[in-house]
């Protein structure tokens, strides 16, 4: 278990060879996750990538899995859907959803890190339907409008 602020992250192994998250340092904001299996990665290819953890996250909080920033640095790895989302009523497995975007294969061996995941409080909102919305300098300006 991971201790966050006041409350308990409980993780399930649902590997034995499945290596429990962890900080890198004391000050981290992510805890790394670690591949189950080797397995490796041809340019342009994509892999859901196995960690062999199921987490029980609290109500009022969800873990984002992000990529490792020397990973996709040094070769191009990142996550195909840019950040993973593991919503707090989820007790399944905690898969990663690689993609590598450099020029070279590259290779895992079970054990490597392959990404961290941060936990997020939620905010309490509701979504409301209404027939207009508050002015602003921007307005619809996007893409780009504000500058480079």
Known sequence: ?????NSLIKI?????????PRRATPESA????HTLED????PGEHKAVRTGL????????????YPRSGMAKNHGITLSNAVGVVDSDYRG???VLLHNAGEHK???EAGDRIAQAIIHTLPDIELVECEELNETERGKG???STGI
């Open 1 to 5: 278990m991971f201790v966050f602020k």
């Open 12 to 20: 399930k192994r649902l590997q034995q060879n499945a290596e429990l």
């Open 30 to 33: 992510g805890f790394d996750l």
């Open 39 to 42: 397995f490796s990665l041809n």
């Open 54 to 65: 199921a987490f029980e996250i609290p109500p009022g909080y969800a873990m984002l899995i």
């Open 93 to 95: 497995e905690v898969m």
């Open 106 to 108: 590259v290779s895992f």
């Open 142 to 144: 996007g893409f780009g």
